[in-house]
């Protein structure tokens, strides 16, 4: 056939055709199960909101020192749930640690952050610490804390929280420790509460302290979980609120 095709040449020229379009056609369907392989797995099933995962590091003000088996942490857990939220609380607070000071069993903050941040951690509390008190490299050692809580959990809300006293601290013995706290949280874009400019344990809520004029009473346990209720309700509610976008609710 002149100036065409043969008809093996047209018959192989259909059957190619006929190949490539199969192959294109499973080529888009396997593009389209992995598709949703990929998003099936980024997206939790329905009901999967589970408890807000909220992981506390401080010293013996967290740990029930003067108080044994009655923390603060311990009565928050009751508080949240009394205000419908869930959360799973992990305390690893110890006696006498600061970010630079050892605690009785030698570790400082970034150990106690190493033993239980992980991916799955919410929110993370760093409460403290006085025991930093005229200690050098606070603020590399801050610094260092808050990298670390960020590589082991990127997506978690950090609340650092100073250390308490009974008065205004007018003869700024806490305030290197607060100024290094302040301004780490700002540039890391961490929360910071200050409890010495809220005045906790000062004045009449001297009540809630202990002889030693620095660690909570059982009644101060409870008076410490109401103040840090109203500290970690927005976070909670924030992270509630993110597991509920992605089961969606």
Same mark, same amino acid.
């Given at each position: ?12 020229? *259909? ?5 490539a379009?199969?192959?294109?056609l499973?080529?888009?369907?396997l593009?389209?199960v ?9 997206? $939790? ?9 909220v ?12 108080? $044994?088996?009655v923390?603060w942490p ?24 600061g ?10 903050f ?6 239980i ?9 760093? *409460?403290?610490?006085?025991n930093d ?8 050692a ?13 997506q978690?809300?950090v ?11 007018a003869?700024g013995q806490?305030? $290197?420790?607060?100024s290094?706290?302040?301004q ?7 929360? *910071?509460?200050?409890?010495v400019?809220?005045g906790? *344990? ?5 009540q ?7 660690h ?12 840090m209720k109203?500290?970690l309700? $927005? ?5 509630m609120h ?8």
């Amino acid at each position: 056939m002149a100036g065409g095709r043969s008809r093996s040449t047209v018959g192989t020229w *259909f059957h190619w055709q006929g190949r490539a379009t199969v192959a294109l056609l499973m080529a888009a369907v396997l593009l389209v199960v992995a598709f949703s392989a990929v998003a099936y797995a980024a997206v $939790p099933p329905k009901g999967a909101v589970t408890d807000v995962h909220v992981d506390i590091i401080g010293d013996s003000l967290s740990t029930g020192f003067k108080t $044994p088996g009655v923390t603060w942490p311990d009565q928050e857990q009751t508080l949240i749930a009394d205000m419908g939220f869930k959360a799973d609380i992990t305390n690893a607070s110890e006696n006498g640690a600061g970010y630079v000071q050892p605690g009785e069993a030698g570790d400082v903050f970034l150990d106690l952050v190493n033993r239980i941040v992980n991916s799955q951690s919410q929110v993370v509390v760093l *409460f403290g610490s006085d025991n930093d008190t005229g200690q050098s490299g606070l603020t590399t050692a801050v610094q260092t804390v808050l990298e670390r809580v960020k590589v082991l959990a990127p997506q978690a809300r950090v609340i650092m929280v100073g250390p308490t006293s009974e008065s205004n601290d007018a003869d700024g013995q806490l305030t $290197p420790i607060i100024s290094a706290l302040s301004q780490s949280a700002s540039t890391s874009g961490a929360d *910071f509460v200050d409890p010495v400019a809220l005045g906790w *344990f000062q004045g009449a809520a001297k009540q809630y302290l202990s002889s030693d004029l620095e660690h909570p009473n059982t009644p101060g346990e409870m008076y410490l979980a109401q103040q840090m209720k109203a500290v970690l309700k $927005p976070a909670i509610s924030h992270a509630m609120h993110q597991d509920r976008l992605w089961d969606g609710a």
